[in-house]
């Protein structure tokens, strides 16, 4: 969904710019190409093209700081006043430099006729004359700003740590959000829907009910719709002032939401749902303030206390859904748009909250009606919250931890699902299938709770620790870990001359753990990787370093992923925010590897 | 122990807003030193760059240029002309130096020269050459312009962090809007990159204006 809107939106941007004739990019108006001659001079060649030309006087050679001389052929005399008194080429030229055994950057400068007049360019060469750029040239059909820096105003293109990031991001997403506003927001109010089925948005269900009880036999259907109403709205723009909140203090709000403090506190909040779905208590509007409600302004005290419940219903859920929300936020955070995150989380709201207006149209009819069967699915529920509680609990627990706890809702759920109950024979058939699934149950919490005594970590296998080492390390990428841009510096040293892999993680990360055990754990990503320099950059401990960090790679948050070629720059539209599957993984892969 | 729904919402309440206004602060404070996203905002008005045209104007044209640039040059009478007759354009002249030396020298001394009020009269005479300088012409037709250039210099030297700091600025922003060289021009919200005739800037003004 988010790909979706994302990939939309980069349709925009393209329109945006692509809705007139466009300069050339630079690599394609001055096509360079570089051959060896038997002596061991380099031949470097440049078509241009039609309508476009070169300086002479932009040619230049240097290496390790010395400039080199480069023997260019006369250039054409321009008869135009404002070309001035220098020399062009068009069309083609040709120019040699002596071998110089050491890597060489070549600068060169021109413009397209009555138009543009482009940045200098340069690239770098190997000794042999083996152009370094040449991987980010052929798989970037956008501009590379390589060469954008002019040195002399210190404009700086580059990052401290010498790296190229591709330019894709940044104000033209942020135009383009603009301009495709409505988009965005269409596209959040679609999220909010699917949102709407998650356990998240479950304890919202009793309490829009018992709402609408609380009116008795007086409710009718416009009622009831009114009422809801307030209560999506409500709920709505406290969403929106989440989105506020993100968009204002920029990609950090998810990192407040996903610290182990919120998590726990949330983790607890679905557990005391959870008792009282079990009946330990009854979780009703108190009786006084319902008086009140009714008795002080009729019907308008009932919307306005609808309006509150909606509103600190936001509260319990936002925390709970910004695991799926994370990309959104970061989006969100990254336009920095204070009106569009309004917006799009006030849609993302208002999506959640469409299947609760059926409830308030039809009335509690649509609802189960009390009895057994009610009984049944209240504590249904209590078991997915419980479980809801645990799964967020596990992003800050150990894991071993997480599986005794799974252990204990297994077992827990099995025995009062009756699985050491003895059947009568002339047990219902209900009961016999409940038993069934109860012996099930116990047997997975079993094996979890074995799997914690292992030390197991991961849910899905907890007998690891029992088949030895070799399955799941062979399956995991293998990161060099840096938190600082000295070994961030260290690291892409190591592996020059290798693309590289700069995965923007984080303890806290929830996302993270989700890529970590999907794409990234995937065998076809895994041998995409093998030639590719993988580093883990850990922003856990957010400091001042690992701010600059991710200012220096433009980077709003983890995760992110940033693919370097060899020559350690961006590769055109690679960079993948926010969740991602093994195949945009394996695409942006492919963009960097030779 | 009575736990009504009402204890429940206040404390998630609670925690919820502590934990937004808590991040919020905490995380805002930690971004003063400036993460590097841009808005258009931070395009459209500078506070640093000097303003031609009607300064309080309704639309904003932002042209990235260079003193050196043939074609930034050749279209900018007109340019001049056509937000002169709009009267409600803002017009921003973001020197992006791509030509070496003698364009980062013509950029520093006509924006040492706005601190003296000269801004408009040092960019116009070098905006009306039309060849390649060298440092010694920039001078030169600065001088013949009116503009006595020692004291910009040192104008600009005074006020060096401000002045390199908006340089820098247009440079990463150029970078970060993918342009590709002068002249490039912003206006509204779409970027046209390279020279516009005067149908082609009309037809622009007049989309951003259906835009706003």
């Not at chain 1, 509007?285 to 909606?310: D, E, F, I, T, W």
């Not at chain 2, 930690?30 to 008005?45: F, K, N, S, W, Y």
Request: glycine residues 12%; negative net charge; charged residues 15%.
């Amino acid at each position: 969904m988010f790909a979706f809107l994302i990939s939309a939106l980069w349709l925009l941007a393209g329109f945006l710019t692509a809705a007139q004739a466009q300069p050339l990019q630079p690599e394609d108006a001055f096509a360079l190409r570089v051959s060896e001659a038997e002596d061991g001079t380099l031949v470097l060649n440049w078509r241009i093209a039609e309508g476009y030309y070169l300086y002479r006087s932009s040619f230049a050679a240097d290496a390790g700081g010395q400039s080199l001389p480069l023997s260019l052929p006369e250039g054409e005399n321009h008869e135009d006043p404002y070309f001035g008194e220098g020399q062009i080429y068009r069309q083609d030229v040709t120019a040699k430099l002596a071998h110089a055994g050491q890597p060489v950057t070549l600068h060169w400068q021109g413009c397209q006729q009555d138009g543009i007049c482009y940045a200098p360019q340069s690239v770098r060469l190997d000794g042999d004359g083996t152009v370094l750029a040449d991987d980010a040239v052929a798989s970037a059909p956008g501009w590379s700003p390589r060469a954008t820096s002019s040195r002399e105003a210190g404009a700086a293109a580059g990052t401290p740590s010498g790296l190229v990031l591709a330019q894709d991001q940044g104000l033209v997403q942020g135009l383009a959000a603009r301009g495709g506003g409505v988009l965005v927001i269409a596209g959040f109010l679609g999220f909010g829907l699917l949102l709407a089925f998650t356990p998240c948005v479950f304890p919202m269900f009793p309490i829009v009910a018992g709402m609408l009880a609380g009116q008795g036999k007086t409710l009718t259907a416009r009622r009831g719709l009114a009422l809801t109403g307030a209560y999506v709205l409500a709920m709505a723009a406290a969403f929106g002032l989440l989105g506020i909140a993100a968009a204002w203090s920029g990609a950090n709000l998810q990192m407040a939401l996903q610290s182990p403090m919120a998590i726990g506190v949330i983790a607890v909040i679905f557990v005391a749902l959870a008792l009282s779905m079990f009946g330990f208590y009854e979780l009703q509007m108190p009786l006084a303030l319902q008086n009140r409600l009714g008795r002080v302004a009729g019907r308008r005290g009932s919307l306005g206390g609808a309006m509150l419940l909606g509103f600190t219903s936001a509260l319990i859920v936002g925390p709970c859904v910004t695991a799926p929300l994370a990309g959104a936020l970061l989006y969100i955070a990254q336009t920095g748009d204070v009106m569009l995150g309004a917006a799009a989380l006030f849609a993302l709201g208002l999506g959640q909250g469409l299947p609760l207006l059926a409830i308030g149209a039809f009335g509690p009819r649509i609802l189960p009606r009390s009895g057994r069967w009610m009984e049944g699915a209240k504590r249904a529920f209590g078991v997915i919250f419980l479980g809801f509680a645990i799964w967020l609990a596990g992003r800050v627990l150990p894991g071993p931890v997480t599986l005794a706890l799974w252990a204990a809702l297994l077992v827990g759920t099995a025995v009062f699902l009756g699985a050491l109950d003895r059947l009568e024979g002339d047990a219902s058939r209900n009961r016999r299938f409940g038993a069934a699934l109860g012996v099930l149950l116990l047997f997975a919490g079993l094996m979890q709770g074995l799997g914690a005594a292992l030390g197991a970590q991961d849910l899905l296998r907890p007998l690891a620790p029992l088949a030895g080492r070799a399955a799941p390390l062979q399956t995991q990428a293998q990161f060099a870990e840096v938190t600082t841009r000295e070994g961030l510096d260290q690291a892409l040293a190591s592996a020059s001359g290798e693309p590289a892999l700069l995965y923007l993680t984080a303890d806290w990360c929830v996302t993270c753990r989700a890529i970590e055990r999907g794409p990234l754990a995937d065998p076809a990503v895994h041998a995409a990787l093998a030639d590719v320099a993988a580093i883990k950059l850990d922003v856990s401990t957010f400091n001042a370093e690992a701010q600059g960090l991710m200012q220096d790679l433009a980077a709003a948050g983890p995760p992110t992923m940033i693919f370097l070629d060899a020559a350690r720059a961006e590769a055109q539209g690679s960079r993948l925010v926010g969740k991602m599957d093994s195949a945009a993984l394996l695409a942006s892969i492919g963009k960097i590897a030779r | 122990m009575s736990i009504t729904r009402r204890d429940m919402l206040a404390g998630a309440a609670g925690a919820g807003l502590a934990g937004i206004l808590g991040g919020a602060v905490l995380w805002g404070s930690g971004r003063g030193t400036g993460t590097a996203e841009m808005t258009i905002e931070d395009v459209l008005h500078d506070p640093d760059n000097p303003v031609l045209g009607n300064p309080k104007g309704a639309l904003t044209i932002v042209e990235y240029f260079d003193y050196q640039c043939p074609y930034c040059k050749m279209g900018h009478a007109m340019l001049t002309r056509v937000v002169g007759d709009e009267g409600d354009i803002r017009l921003l002249m973001k020197d992006w130096p791509i030509f070496g030396a003698p364009s980062v020298l013509a950029s520093q001394l006509v924006l040492g020269a706005a601190s003296t009020g000269g801004y408009e009269q040092a960019h116009e005479a070098l905006m009306a050459t039309d060849a390649k300088l060298t440092e010694d012409q920039v001078r030169q037709v600065l001088g013949d312009g009116g503009i006595d250039t020692d004291a910009a210099l040192a104008a600009y030297r005074a006020e060096r962090g401000k002045w390199d700091g908006l340089l820098a600025r247009n440079g990463r922003q150029a970078a970060e809007l993918g342009l590709q060289g002068t002249p490039a021009f912003i206006i509204g919200e779409r970027i046209y990159p390279g020279a516009l005739d005067e149908t082609r800037l009309r037809r622009a003004i007049a989309e951003a204006r259906r835009a706003s």
